[in-house]
């Protein structure tokens, strides 16, 4: 069987059955051992447009291409087995109409072997969506702060503060309402959050929302420590690999220029004198 062809232990619907029960546990990867340490411990993995800033250092992940989406959704396909597989469609190859979503779609569940896409926009998106479910695609639905709006945001801002929560809510239940099985929240105040999840019926998934949504899902270099570009206040950094990386290859830099690497027991014998190696 090929890895296209093989199916996830969790689908959409085991992660629509968990509403209002345990917390979903989810995180992005966008590399095959990367992905097969978060598979171990989470419901979802997420193979984001974030990899554009994260792994390719562009700016916002308005450059991230359909081609970047599939490459680093197969590579993390390949370390998945158990966590339900989603992948992000990026900026561009969705908007345009429903027809445009469903062809990007079905090239990335198809080229990938994902269970699912997600997409940014709520209210504007429901036709998207619902032509998408229709015809066999399960979607993850992304409202709040959409990365990929930055610029018309006017910056990374906190959404639905004020008399903006109702369009935020407005969002949620259309998106609901259109057939995704989950929503990401992103970078609204927590009692927005509380609400929405009260009233949708499925999981809701925060980062920088609240603690009582269905789940969480942060970008895994940012909990790991490894990407410093930027500090979110929603982000906990549950260890610090950039720092121990970098202390890591001091120490190479310093030992090859000393000579003390590679040592005896790094470097191989002419075989004499019946040394083995």
Sequence with gaps: ??????????????ILARKGGD????????????????????????????????????????????????????????????ALLVVDMPFGSYEETPEQAFRNAARIMAETG???VKLEGGETMEKTIRFLTRHGIPVMAHIGLTPQAVNSFGGYKVQGRGDDAFHILRD????????????VLEKVPATLADRITETVVIPTIGI??????????????????????????????????????????????????????????????????????
């Design 1 to 14: 069987m090929s890895a296209n062809a093989r199916i996830t232990a969790l689908t959409p619907p085991d």
């Design 23 to 82: 917390p979903l546990v989810c995180l992005t990867a966008y590399t095959t051992p990367l992905a097969r340490l978060v598979d171990r411990h989470c419901d979802i993995i997420l193979v984001g447009d974030s990899v554009g800033m994260v792994l390719h250092g562009l700016p916002s992940t308005l450059g991230v291409s359909l081609d970047m989406m599939i490459m680093h959704g197969q590579a993390v396909r390949r370390g998945v087995e158990r």
């Design 114 to 116: 994902c269970a699912a």
């Design 172 to 183: 949620a239940e259309a998106v609901a309402d259109a057939g995704a099985f989950s929503i």
């Design 208 to 277: 920088g929302a609240s603690p009582a949504c269905d789940g969480q899902i942060l970008v895994v270099d940012d909990m790991l420590g490894m990407f410093d570009a930027f500090r979110p206040k929603f982000v906990k950094r549950f260890a610090e690999l950039g720092e121990a990386a970098d202390a890591a290859i001091a120490a190479y830099a310093q030992e090859v220029r000393s000579r003390k690497f590679p040592s005896d027991a790094h470097v191989f014998t002419d075989g004499r004198k019946g040394k083995t190696e």
